[in-house]
């Protein structure tokens, strides 16, 4: 029994007539009597009565099309959202990001995307990085935002935003006052950080150990906000990145880190081996696209300060 085979059964149990059925199916009528013949096969008992001016539907019928027109509807639905998954102006994009971009990155690129493509869909994925990658890998995540460019074969990548740290201090601390500092210069104070194992921590416990000291941790939290609130209320010092959209009302003070290395790269990630969804492809172009003309805007700036 074929898919087709219950759409005209169907038909011509609404019409219970072959004759009539097949013309408004525009098939011969021997095709559509050998559909029925597979459609009573497959259920291993007759549908229909035959009478002298057509068919009639018997019990075992009337079971058969309302298991018919259920199928028919999930089948009409499936064609619908495959219809509406496959249309790069309107189908779902399944994006896992970073916590530590969630109130800057992320909002901002969507926001402008949204102005682009206003009816493409978003799934949101929030995790950490050794998550998102995997999500990659596995397929579960058709674009993703990373702090870093994968190693893998097969990944692409394009940078969003290259972001500065700084050192997140209270107010009135005594290292507040600085314009810029080395890490070794908070080696005594009590950090607040990120939660393992988000990738920021991982940066930030390279960075304190390149300084030369493990720091005493005072409180972990997967979000950047409220570890710059915590480090506002004087409960420690953190490292932070400073990202575009960053609080003007910061209840921290930002003192730039001169560390080598002090900085981290926010891209955007895809699988280089695997065809994307077109709504995905349309988003990754849109993002490619955004950056290499905000590249040549900057080229064209530079080249006009020089002179």
Not at 177 to 183: D, E, T, Y
Not at 214 to 229: Q, V, Y
């Amino acid at each position: 029994m074929q898919t087709e085979d219950l759409r005209w059964f169907l038909t011509l149990a609404e019409r219970e007539h072959v004759t009539a059925a097949a013309e408004q199916l525009q098939i011969p009528q021997p095709t559509l009597s050998r559909a029925l013949k597979r459609v009573e096969d497959a259920f291993g008992a007759r549908l229909f009565e035959r009478e002298p001016r057509g068919l009639r539907l018997n019990p075992l019928g009337r079971v058969v099309l309302d298991a018919a027109r259920t199928s028919a509807q999930s089948l009409a639905l499936a064609h619908e959202q495959i219809r509406q998954l496959t249309d790069p102006d309107a189908g779902l994009v399944r994006l896992a990001f970073l916590h530590s971009v969630s109130t800057s990155v992320l909002p901002e690129l969507l926001g402008r995307f949204r102005e682009h493509a206003p009816r493409v869909r978003f799934e949101l994925r929030q995790e950490a990085s050794p998550s998102i990658l995997d999500d990659l890998r596995s397929g579960d995540a058709d674009v993703a935002i990373i702090g870093s460019r994968p190693s893998d074969d097969g990944m692409g990548w394009c940078l969003l935003e290259p972001q500065r740290l700084r050192l997140a201090c209270p107010p009135g601390h005594r290292l507040a006052g600085r314009r810029r500092l080395s890490l070794t210069d908070a080696a005594h104070e009590r950090f607040i950080v990120v939660q393992p194992p988000l990738e920021f921590r991982g940066l930030t416990d390279r960075l304190c150990r390149a300084a030369g000291f493990d720091p005493e941790i005072a409180f972990e939290s997967s979000d950047l906000g409220t570890i710059e609130g915590l480090v506002g209320a004087g409960l420690g010092v953190a490292v932070l990145p400073v990202y575009s959209g960053q609080r003007v009302d910061s209840p921290a003070v930002s003192v730039p880190l001169s560390d080598p290395g002090a900085r981290r790269d926010i891209g955007l990630a895809w699988r280089t081996n695997v065809e994307l969804s077109p709504a995905a492809r349309t988003f990754q172009e849109y993002v490619v696209d955004s950056r290499r003309t905000a590249g040549a805007h900057a080229g064209r700036e530079n080249s006009r300060s020089v002179r």
